[in-house]
């Protein structure tokens, strides 16, 4: 019953922005971390953001920091991934993924299908 979906994704220029969605459901969204993990074309994921339930409290991977920023909206069960400042190195799959608890070491225990974000000229 739980299910995360993902939208937003596409093609951008360096330099460009981007937000990405995703739609949660089957679940009390509010008391649960959210993440965005991301996997890049012949990488392995790559963790990129994390958002507390209870606090709201941000979390990012130093690769994205001061460039994106995530935010629920826990009335209407949505996590967000604001982009800025996009590089090429930015270009993957982005995956929105519940943890099992309201930390940052807990495990994923939900993914959503993944959005493609392209960046290039």
């Known amino acids: 019953q739980v299910q995360l979906v993902e939208s937003g994704g596409g093609l951008v220029q360096p330099g460009g922005s981007l937000r990405l969605s995703c739609a949660a459901s089957?679940?009390?969204?509010?008391?649960?971390?959210m993440s965005w993990v991301r996997q890049a074309p012949g990488k392995g994921l790559e963790w990129v953001s994390d958002?507390?339930?209870?606090?709201?409290?941000?979390y990012y991977a130093d690769s994205v920091k001061g460039r994106f920023t995530i935010d629920r909206d826990n009335a209407k069960n949505t996590l967000y991934l604001q982009m800025n400042s996009l590089k090429p190195e930015d270009t993957a799959v982005y995956y929105c993924?519940?943890?099992?608890?309201?930390?940052?070491?807990?495990?994923?225990?939900?993914w959503g299908q993944g959005t493609q974000v392209t960046v290039s000229s």
């Open positions: 089957g679940f009390t969204f509010s008391s649960y971390a």
């Open positions: 958002i507390k339930g209870g606090s709201g409290s941000t």
């Open positions: 993924a519940k943890r099992l608890d309201d930390g940052l070491g807990d495990p994923y225990d939900y």
